[in-house]
């Protein structure tokens, strides 16, 4: 008798290993290239409180994020830096729209390198003979160089920066030229610079603005970044995912990292 209660523990433990197994999950998020740091160490908090389970990332520019999304790349959760992207997101059914939902705030500085001797009082500066370069995101596939366009145009001198402009894959590889001195100044998001501080200082708050379509007037505009479930997602945890951003633990998190709670 004890031995058949012996092998019939063993079994129930082998099957309930399988059960365990079959059940854990490999989440895939894509998120934008400024939440690298934040995101890795909320995927950690995540999988904690999930044993079993993993989170896998995917880190670039948002708009290429959302290109891979568009042509069948497996993502459960997409996580832009700005709202525009996820708009263009929901009109191609690319996410789950009623899953979507704002998590943090950002803002947009002009750094230089560490040893810089500049003085940069308005974005006017930028015109002068002794910046030669100046590092932003490609605006066709970055937040942060539409950003950086728009608070340009809006200042009247986007015209004589363009020809200067070093144009990234995205954001960190404008902190990364301005860090190593390949260029005299960048545009980032205040969260990027806080992570190169030992490499670069902040030059420039930049207030972010964004044209009124009727009467064309530039005004203010901030930075929020949303995220939400993929439409071609089944995972069971997307909407777990999201949930443990949004939480507590989760914007701890982000607010270390130097993101603004959302409002």
Do not use: C, H
């Amino acid at each position: 008798m004890r031995r058949k209660q012996f092998f019939s523990l063993i079994l129930g433990a082998g099957f309930a290993l399988v059960a365990a197994v079959a059940s854990a999950e490999t989440l895939t998020v894509s998120a934008a290239a400024s939440l690298t740091n934040a995101f890795k160490e909320i995927g950690k908090g995540f999988e904690a409180a999930n044993p079993g389970n993993t989170v896998e990332f995917n880190f670039a520019a948002s708009g290429a994020l959302l290109q891979q999304i568009a042509q069948g790349a497996p993502v459960d959760v997409f996580a832009s830096a700005d709202q525009e992207t996820m708009d263009k997101a929901a009109g191609g059914d690319n996410i789950k729209k009623e899953t979507r939902v704002n998590f943090a705030g950002n803002g947009l500085v002009v750094i230089v390198p560490k040893d810089s001797t500049l003085k940069i009082a308005d974005l006017k500066v930028l015109t002068g003979a002794d910046i030669k370069r100046v590092a932003i995101g490609n605006p066709s596939t970055t937040p942060n160089g539409r950003y950086a366009r728009a608070a340009m145009q809006a200042a009247g001198v986007w015209e004589a920066v363009e020809p200067k402009l070093v144009l990234a894959e995205n954001v960190r590889q404008s902190l990364s030229y301005v860090g190593r001195g390949e260029v005299e100044v960048g545009f980032v998001f205040t969260t990027d610079a806080k992570q190169d501080e030992d490499k670069v200082n902040v030059a420039l708050v930049v207030p972010t603005v964004a044209r009124d379509e009727q009467s064309g007037q530039w005004n203010p505009s901030p930075i929020v970044y949303p995220i939400a479930e993929v439409a071609t997602s089944k995972s069971k945890l997307s909407a777990a995912f999201i949930a443990y951003v949004r939480s507590p633990d989760g914007q701890k998190v982000l607010e270390r990292y130097g993101f603004l709670p959302i409002q």
